[in-house]
């Protein structure tokens, strides 16, 4: 039988703040376990939270940017579970009334346009973070993220293949990026993503039972715990077999999903309003000033470089894709203001480069400034573009600017008659047959010439004035 998969994601995204979300404890990432604590995020008896209100223009902008419709009145609720990294025996989120709900962001997939529903965006705290000895069988525990604020996203059931998954987490990262508000790091936790996941028979509409996998903290690790998942589940269903609802943990090293433990309920975590804070009203003043302080938008940006810019939407869609990118690109268009020549080469040797190590446009040595003035370089004649590839690896490499790169390593295009004839005239002697050839009509031999010349000077004749040199010398 042939199955199709039902994918939902929950993706948490930590909110920068400067300050917790119920305290005024700092955030900053790494410093040194419970330094950033205080009787507030510790959940001392006596204690009151106070709502910190740039978390909360934080998930406004969030849930303006993905079409969602912001609740006049939203609730905080406690979620009562007992963990050791939870000093409060109950973390505060909303359940009820959440923030915002019946939103939708739009994907590429294949090119195809999609619309995945988001359900609901919601404002909740995190959570400490247990360290377990390897050598001693003690665990620790450090409350510095206790308190830090975080939005949930949750994704309707709309994914159909781990592709499109990625896709979906691929823009709500970007999203969360433009709008400033999240760093976006998978790595260090501060975008987490977990999955729901059914298979149904094809073209069945009820949905099958469905498992929560968790600890992806990579676009790769999600596509392949998904990939995996979609197989063991269809070999149980294949053999008749049932699918246990329960939370499953991905194990990067060893490619499976394995069991963590049969799934929590709601009614599970006996969640009630907060008597300790007040609903959230957004008053629709601040609701339009927040909106009109959106920034320009990936689809936004990426309708313009079409429009103001002549991209071709493929190019447009890649740029915008990656925020960091886009603004490189605008950056070496300001030095040099041929949008598809930048394009191209933004595309092919810097994202090129960008695979091959990995890494973000951030890490790249060399500036927008200079690729700018490479390309310029090129359309003055200056270097062919074959040497402006040198060029190119050699500023990955030093970070050093174009004209210095060429002035080193004499790479200047060899653009004087003078200096090409000499080295002409000893191809011509050293290939009298295919002299003969030519002058017996077989004009195509002069290729042969102009290459045999290229390879002499490296690829820095100028290849238009070698086909003159040789023209001339054979007339
Ligand atoms: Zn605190």
């Not at 260090?188 to 600890?215: Q, Y």
């Not at 313009?304 to 447009?316: H, I, N, S, V, W």
Request: glycine letters at 8%; proline letters at 6%.
């Amino acid at each position: 039988m042939e199955y199709e998969a039902v994918i939902g994601l929950e993706v948490h995204a930590q909110l920068l703040t400067q300050s917790k979300i119920f305290c005024g404890c700092p955030t900053t990432f790494g410093a040194p376990a419970n330094t950033q604590i205080c009787p507030v995020c510790l959940g001392m008896p006596g204690v009151l939270p106070v709502l910190n209100r740039r978390a909360v223009e934080f998930a406004v902008k969030m849930a303006l940017a993905t079409n969602c419709r912001i609740a006049p009145e939203s609730v905080f609720a406690r979620k009562n579970y007992f963990y050791p990294d939870l000093p409060k025996g109950y973390q505060i989120s909303q359940y009820e009334l959440p923030l915002a709900e019946h939103g939708f962001l739009e994907i590429q997939v294949n090119g195809q346009p999609q619309k995945i529903g988001i359900t609901r965006i919601h404002l909740e705290e995190d959570a400490g973070k247990l360290m377990h000895s390897e050598s001693r069988p003690v665990s620790f525990v450090d409350f510095n993220r206790t308190g830090v604020p975080l939005i949930e996203i949750v994704s309707e059931p709309d994914m159909r293949t781990p592709e499109e998954a990625v896709e979906y987490l691929r823009g709500l990262r970007n999203i969360l990026l433009y709008l400033e508000i999240c760093d976006g790091n998978m790595e260090e936790g501060s975008l987490r993503c977990d999955a729901n996941i059914s298979l149904r028979p094809m073209g069945a509409t009820k949905f099958g039972v469905k498992t929560e996998l968790k600890n992806m903290n990579s676009f790769r690790f999600v596509r392949q715990a998904l990939e995996y998942e979609i197989r063991r589940q269809r070999a149980l269903l294949s053999e008749g077999r049932e699918i246990v609802q329960e939370t499953r943990l991905w194990d990067a090293n060893q490619g499976k999903t394995f069991s963590m433990r049969g799934k929590e309920e709601a009614h599970d975590y006996r969640y009630f309003p907060d008597p300790d804070l007040m609903p959230v009203r957004i008053n629709p003043g601040w609701q339009e000033e927040l909106r009109r302080s959106l920034p320009e938008l990936p689809a936004a940006r990426a309708e313009r470089f079409q429009t103001e810019l002549g991209l071709p939407a493929y190019d447009a869609e890649v740029l915008t894709g990656d925020k960091a990118l886009a603004d490189y690109f605008e950056a070496v268009l300001q030095e040099f203001p041929q949008p598809k020549q930048v394009s191209n080469w933004v595309m092919g040797e810097v994202m090129r480069e960008l695979k091959k190590e990995e890494t973000g446009i951030a890490a790249l040595k060399v500036s927008p400034q200079n690729l700018g003035r490479l390309l310029a370089l090129v359309d003055q004649g200056t270097i062919s573009g074959k040497i402006a590839k040198t060029v190119f690896e050699e500023m990955v490499h030093t970070g050093h600017d174009p004209e210095k790169i060429i002035q080193e390593k004499g790479l200047a295009q060899i653009s004087d008659a003078g200096a090409l004839e000499a080295q002409a005239r000893e191809i011509l002697a050293a290939h009298p047959k295919e002299v003969a050839e030519y002058k017996a009509g077989k004009t195509k031999v002069l290729g042969f010439f102009v290459g045999q010349l290229m390879r002499q000077t490296k690829g820095q004749a100028n290849p238009q004035l070698a086909n003159e040199v040789f023209r001339k010398l054979l007339s």
